[in-house]
């Protein structure tokens, strides 16, 4: 903003203007010249005469000599907004809009677009040539105060898309005006522009332009007394991703709303879980201990190995089906033949259906069985080779999957299906994901509550998340849990009872029974120990009844055996894509 202006002063800017404009008169002239000889569209003269009033409020008149080609209407652009801060924007506010009719022009209606508003002016015919069109309207918010004085500040002229020759704004006020500038090109431009000065009276600023491109603006500022017109900037929030992710008593109360619902999340796992940890904790020494019944050998509760896995981590999963397998030929169902290497050139087994009627097999047992002895046409066959598994298999696969897990309802280990459950927590949790991310986007763009949105997101995502762990054991479910953690704590020990160390096929019985157990465990290699030497001291033992060996192969090479074949069953079950 100039000092203010001195009479002096005003001598000798005058005569440097009448320099300037004598200089850069025949250039214009040419120029305009150029472009009527072409036909191009022009603003050939725009006079802005503003008076302001009370509260910073101005009566427009403007003058518009714009030359047409051909065309019956034109376009004013205002600017009504201009970013004033990071959250906030200046608004200018355009009323009261009207448009004289002479020489056939009315208007058009107006409209928005991004940071201006656009005035559209039409005319009953086609045009060429050089038209005057009149508007008048009323601006407001162009006042403010700003160091010790009231300024007024405005783009009153530009945005033209076409070439504008010459442009004047006089700003009349109620008061001897302090000081004035002006600046031209584009919005945010601190060029000066062509001159500027008061009246003799300082009452009047008066601001011109020579030549301006399309899309330049002439901004006009004059500095008023304090207390002139009372005027103050008008300013809105600006909607941008700060503003769109703040927090606000929405926001706020949608943060406070996920925190209780995660809270509660939580305490529920807590309740459902927590009860796990209570009864293993007193109850898991009941189970660590050499489980022995009569004559035979069983383990707590009378468990099956598929049995235990599904319970243990609430998942029919690969080393379950593994695990089964070798149940089945422990308990006679099937012969499992390693074949010679040396001999095929590669690592294999068969497995060989055995005769035994099927009436202690559990639903998940038998249709393993099935599958495993069904030819892929559907035929029965007495023996297929590990490497052969696959295609057709996966079908199967999951029906013994599914029954595994209606098993462990069927036992009252769980109220409901482990699978069931966390499909519907995860299918919710990923709906509400879905809807969160496309409620999040739609109020950034439209609105300051996006972080209420965000937290719908964070809610689905934890319900899905979540959802893995929300399969609840029943009671007597955690109570078995219980007691196979200290059935584990014993087949990890690897100890054989006293009744069975010193007799060797005894040993091996106890072996067999519960290496499925230890399949699913984890622990093969240390319970594979207790029968290392067994086949030594026991005669005809080099083979186990359940398995056979190639040639030369005796229980010492077991475990790594057995520890081959689990990698390969489940290489195979996976190959099916059956889980």
């Known amino acids: 903003m100039s000092g203010i202006a001195t009479p002096g002063r005003l001598r000798k800017t005058l005569v440097a203007v009448l320099a300037g404009v004598l200089t850069v008169s025949p250039a214009v002239s040419a120029s305009a010249a150029v472009a009527t000889a072409s036909g191009e569209q022009r603003v050939v003269k725009d006079e802005v005469a503003l008076t302001v009033g009370a509260h910073g409020t101005a009566k427009v008149r403007e003058t518009i000599t714009y030359w047409f080609t051909g065309n019956d209407r034109l376009e004013r652009r205002f600017v009504t907004r201009q970013h004033h801060s990071v959250t906030q924007d200046r608004v200018y506010r355009i009323t009261n809009v009207t448009v004289g009719a002479a020489d ?31 508007l008048q309207y009323d601006v407001s918010g162009i006042v403010a105060p700003a160091g010790g004085l009231e300024e007024l500040r405005w783009p009153a002229v530009g945005g033209w898309p076409v070439r504008l020759d010459e442009a004047r704004v006089t ?18 431009s601190v060029i000066g522009c062509t001159q500027y000065y008061t009246n003799h009276t300082h009452t009047q600023g008066v601001y011109d332009q020579q030549t301006m491109l399309p899309g330049e603006h002439l901004t006009v500022v004059a500095g008023l007394p304090p207390g002139t017109t009372g ?82 981590d609430e998942q029919a999963d690969v080393i379950d089906v593994t695990a089964t397998i ?45 599958a495993l002895f069904t030819a892929p046409d559907g035929t029965p066959r007495e023996s297929v080779k590990l490497s052969e598994l696959g295609g057709a298999f996966a079908t199967q696969l999951a029906r013994v999957r599914s029954a595994m897990y209606a098993d462990v309802v069927e036992q009252g280990w769980f109220a409901r299906r482990p699978d069931t459950t966390r499909s519907r927590w995860t299918v919710a949790g990923l709906v509400l994901t879905v809807l969160g991310i496309a409620g999040t986007t739609a109020l950034a763009f439209t609105t300051d509550f996006a972080l209420a949105g965000l937290a719908v997101i964070i809610a689905g995502a934890a319900m899905a998340y979540g ?32 009744s069975a160390a010193d007799a060797p096929r005894q040993r091996i019985a106890l072996f067999s029974r519960f290496l499925p157990y230890a399949v699913v465990f984890g622990v093969v290699p240390r319970w594979a120990e207790t029968v290392k030497d067994a086949g030594e001291q026991a005669e005809r033992a080099d ?37």
Request: overall charge neutral; hydrophobic content about 40%; proline content about 4%.
């Open 231 to 312: 005027g103050k900037a008008i300013y809105e929030r600006r909607h941008t991703a700060a503003t769109a992710f703040s927090v606000n008593a929405v926001t706020a109360g949608a943060l406070l709303g996920l925190l209780v619902l995660l809270a509660g999340g939580f305490l529920v796992l807590y309740l459902l879980r927590g009860r796990d940890v209570r009864v293993v904790g007193k109850k898991a020494a009941e189970g660590d201990q050499a489980p022995v019944a009569g004559e035979g050998f069983e383990p707590p509760d009378g468990v099956r190995p598929g049995q235990i896995g599904t319970l243990i």
């Open 543 to 579: 083979n186990l009844y359940w398995y056979e060996g190639p040639a030369e192969w005796d229980l010492t090479n077991f475990a790594e055996s057995m520890r081959v074949f689990t990698l390969a069953t489940s290489g195979s079950i996976s190959q099916s894509r059956g889980l």
């Open 171 to 188: 700003v009349d006020a109620d008061a001897m005006i302090r000081n004035v500038n002006c600046f031209a090109g584009p919005i945010e």
């Open 326 to 370: 070798v149940d089945l030929a422990v308990r006679g169902y099937l012969l499992i033949e390693e074949e010679d290497r040396a001999v095929t050139g590669r690592t294999d087994w068969a497995l060989r259906r055995l005769d035994r009627p099927d009436d202690e097999l559990l639903t998940y047992e038998r249709i393993l069985r099935d």
């Open 104 to 134: 056939g022009f009315s208007f058009a209606g107006r409209s928005r677009h991004g940071d201006s508003t656009v005035v559209k002016i039409r005319n009953s015919r086609k045009l060429t040539g050089a038209h005057t069109v009149t």
């Open 467 to 498: 959802g893995q762990y929300m399969p609840a054991k029943t009671a007597q479910g955690s109570t078995v849990l219980a007691h196979m953690i200290g059935f584990r704590a014993f087949l990890e020990r690897g100890e054989i009872p006293a």
